[in-house]
């Protein structure tokens, strides 16, 4: 099959790309026989690079005794040593787990889970949750209603209730010193002038990313952020939820990138790293003292069919396994560090960076028309979209969005899997150099 064979598959586009032959580590191979550098580890997901051989042996041994155990028929174990090992690794009293298959339907379970615990506390009136602009948490109608990116809820809006958002904390475009408390502090307590305007007694849950992903573009937050969040939250009896979707399964250089900050949330959810890829799975891990009440109460009324799959359940453990024996998370602290440095020298080259950023493996630059000011380049240039497609073109996967405003400024994350060697930062940084070389003969001839 080519790319021009007529398909009924669709998407989000007209835009379709080759086809998939194999990939092994962090190539990828499409049928025409070019080779890709995943330097995105598809959408942040491929952690552990592609097709690695302990995880296949697990998940056939899981396939040859049961591929589906429906939760009111049955237990399954790799559901329950998946439940408890995750436990394990998520911050202290995070003991209770929920799985799902994807982001969006970990988000709406943790914003359903926090909705029935303050019902069964008694604290009906709380249902607003806050979140942050710009902010990506799904697509289903609930998780888009906490996604602070105008362009994608707009069209849904009559379909969902608004619900409050905060600025990301982006000192580098509000010139201010990301190393210092008092910034840190200045973005936090945004959050408390939203709940006080709001009524701290219909606030529910404040939403954030702990090390920011697509929309922002790997932000980091500013010292002291965090834990001023979690101060305000307590004050007010706001759940905390930390959207570990992208950020989690070590990535950053710890298993959760909340790990970084001292404050630990009330919920928290996780996705695409959780198992890297080879199968579609994701938690919401909660702490004791939010879903007793609920069960209490009667239960907790949501579910999806194929939550706790054996085979997903299987291909997790694995990747834990994987993540643990060999030390990815500290790999991808190390190599991420090299990776950064090599993106500041670009950075230094390249006067069209305006800002690199990220921690560990999630890492990003933003392309500016000027550095100074950190203006936007002309939207018409489609810098988000083309730099993506030259890089495409010369071999190697980096992923961007645009997200300052309607139009926004143009970030790309390069974030390849958590098991790349130096040697192989040095080719995709001699890639990029092609592309940016291609990219600034073309806007600035
Ligand atoms: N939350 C965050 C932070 C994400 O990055 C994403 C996806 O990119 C989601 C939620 C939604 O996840 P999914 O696409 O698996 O539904």
Redesign the pocket.
Known sequence: MTTQAKSHLFYQSRNRRPVLDRARGIYMWDVEGRRYIDGSSG??VCNIGHSNPRVLEAMRRQMEKSTFGYRLHFETEPAERLAARTAMLAPEGLEKVFFVS??????ESAIKLARQYAVAIGQAQRSKVISREP??????LG?LALTGYAPLVAPFEPMMRPMPKIPAPRAYLDGLDPDSEATGHHYADMLEARILAEGPETVLAFLV?PV????TGALVPPAGYMRRIREICDRYGVLLIH?????GGGRTGRFFAGEHFGADPDIL?V??GFAAGYA?L?AMIAHDRIVEPVLDGGGFLHGFTYAGNPLACAAGLAVLEEIETEQLSGNAAVVGELLKSRLEELAARYPIIGDVRGKGLLLAFELVADRGTMAPLPPELKAYDRLVELAYENGLIIYSRRTRGGYSGDHFLVCPPMITTPAQVEEIVAVLTLTLDQFVAEVAP
């Not at 994807?102 to 988000?107: I, L």
């Not at 920011?212 to 929309?215: H, I, R």
């Open positions: 959408a942040m994807g982001g969006s339907e970990a988000v902010s990506y948490h799904g697509c289903t998780a990313e920011g992903g697509a929309s959207d570990e979707v992208m950020s959810v996705s695409k579609p994701g």
